[in-house]
T-cell receptor, first 115, second 116 residues
Framework: DADVTQTPRNRITKTGKRIMLECSQT?????MYWYRQDPGLGLRLIYY???????NKGEISDGYSVSRQAQAKFSLSLESAIPNQTALYFC??????????????FGPGTRLTVT | AQKVTQAQTEISVVEKEDVTLDCVYE???????LFWYKQPPSGELVFLIR??????QNEISGRYSWNFQKSTSSFNFTITASQVVDSAVYFC?????????????FGAGTRLFVKA
């Protein structure tokens, strides 16, 4: 089984709808991240969490919210989806033993389309 | 502020050619790590290498090699004798320390096409 899983893998939704993307991990890492990928822009950080009680905004957090339900679960919500949130979304984890510097392990991605 | 620049948007080579992917970074932190990730057509992101700011030794892993030069703020990636399976988007990334908040900044990626 994959260490980092994301559900759903694909989602089409309409403008104005609320949608939640879920991420679960079995790596035992405290640190979790949400990114979006747009063509030509690489990955941009939406939110990150260094432990269950620590949640931080990334560079593009407007229009998004997150919930860290447990060490293993980190959810991303779009309260009112808009078309420019159409993107590929990745969840990732990293091992805090590296002092915040270790590589990240990514989920398979969720392709979200907002019509 | 942290920044990662991958100036090459797309590169196309013929199988068995060598190819170098460029990465230039900016940070004010003295402690930072650099990474390369591969994203094949299937879409997943695969970690390739991690290098810290205090270790400028080049690294070779099979057909892959990495050249880290602090003097030019570059961390370039070379694939020797490229193969069709190397076709992917490659991302360079930087995680900086105190002033960077330990956040990872990714470059825009370089799409590599290897033709048979």
């Amino acid at each position: 089984d994959a260490d980092v899983t994301q559900t759903p893998r694909n989602r089409i939704t309409k403008t104005g709808k609320r949608i939640m993307l879920e991420c679960s991990q079995t790596k035992g890492h405290d640190r979790m991240y949400w990114y979006r990928q747009d063509p030509g822009l690489g990955l941009r950080l939406i939110y990150y969490s260094f432990d269950v009680k620590d949640i931080n905004k990334g560079e593009i957090s407007d229009g998004y919210s997150v919930s860290r339900q447990a060490q293993a679960k980190f959810s991303l919500s779009l309260e009112s989806a808009i078309p420019n949130q159409t993107a590929l979304y990745f969840c990732a984890t990293s091992d805090p033993a590296g002092g915040g510097f270790y590589e990240q392990y990514f989920g398979p991605g969720t392709r979200l389309t907002v019509t | 502020a942290q920044k990662v620049t991958q100036a090459q948007t797309e590169i196309s080579v013929v199988e068995k050619e060598d190819v170098t992917l460029d990465c230039v970074y900016e940070t004010r932190d003295t402690t930072y790590y650099l990474f390369w990730y591969k994203q094949p057509p299937s879409g997943e992101l695969v970690f390739l290498i991690r290098r810290n700011s205090f270790d400028e030794q080049n690294e070779i892993s099979g057909r892959y090699s990495w050249n880290f030069q602090k003097s030019t703020s570059s961390f370039n990636f070379t694939i020797t004798a490229s193969q069709v399976v190397d076709s992917a988007v490659y991302f360079c990334a930087l995680t900086a320390g105190e002033t960077g908040g330990f956040k990872t900044i990714f470059g825009a990626g370089t799409r590599l096409f290897v033709k048979a």
